[in-house]
């Protein structure tokens, strides 16, 4: 148990279809943050949320990308019109911890396949 | 903005020996360089951490370097074993941003018994 769930774990999709992936952190975290891995690569930053507010999005996000965290509490990330591109591990953090470190704690990600 | 180059991409070493993995980050302004292992199919997991006013910090078998003026990091682990083998990311913080972090591209380590 990483203290952040996703969900799901796996999605396949058509291209052009939607779709939203679901990240729950365990307990609060003030700072939410979305990476993008692809194979071989390490995770690359989307946005991220200090509790309601979304604060920075890169410019890896297009407009297709759209994230939201309600009440400050579980985040959702949605693709539209999904291109085989889009084909990823999406993973969520949450920032925060106690003691000799402190850092992110990610999920175990949704791995998308755009087909 | 921030880069972060890691090396070698692959490493295998022999259960017991030692592994060294290295970064360099283009920015003197970062100043938080964490190292994370992420096993198959899961989320990186943040291992050990160090922060520009310190030059090396331990935990048990593994160890992290910084030297500033060459603004490079290494990690180093001790008596490998095959719970060892993973892939390892570094990272940077962005420069006058802790919070968000540039990784390197990643070190596959395997440890034969």
């Known amino acids: 148990d990483t203290g952040v769930s996703q969900n799901p774990r796996h999605k396949i999709t058509k291209r052009g279809q939607n779709v939203t992936f679901r990240c729950d952190p365990i307990?609060?975290?003030?700072?939410l943050y979305w990476y993008r891995q692809t194979l071989g690569q390490g995770p690359e930053f989307l946005t991220y949320?200090?509790?309601?507010?979304?604060?920075?999005k890169s410019r890896l996000l297009s407009d297709r990308f759209s994230a939201e965290r309600p009440k400050g509490s579980f985040s959702t990330l949605e693709i539209q019109r999904t291109e085989q591109g889009d084909s990823a591990m999406y993973l969520c953090a949450a920032l925060g911890g106690a003691g000799a470190i402190y850092g992110y704690t990610f999920g175990s990600g949704t791995r998308l396949t755009v087909v | 903005g921030e880069n972060v180059e890691q090396h070698p991409s692959t490493l295998s070493v022999q259960e017991g020996d030692s592994a060294v993995i290295k970064c360099t980050y283009s920015?003197?302004?970062?100043?938080?360089f964490p190292w994370y292992k992420q096993e198959l199919g899961k989320g990186p997991q943040l291992i050990i951490d160090?922060?520009?006013?310190?030059g090396e910090k331990k935990d048990q078998r593994i160890a992290v370097t910084l030297n500033k003026t060459a603004k490079h990091f290494s990690l180093h682990i001790t008596e490998t074993q095959p719970e060892d083998s993973a892939v390892y990311f570094c990272?940077?913080?962005?420069?006058?941003?802790?919070?968000?972090?540039?990784f390197g591209t990643g070190t596959r380590l395997q440890v034969f018994p």
């Open positions: 307990s609060e975290h003030n700072r």
């Open positions: 949320f200090q509790n309601e507010a979304q604060l920075e």
């Open positions: 920015d003197s302004a970062s100043n938080y």
């Open positions: 160090i922060r520009s006013n310190v």
């Open positions: 990272a940077a913080s962005e420069p006058y941003n802790t919070d968000k972090l540039i």
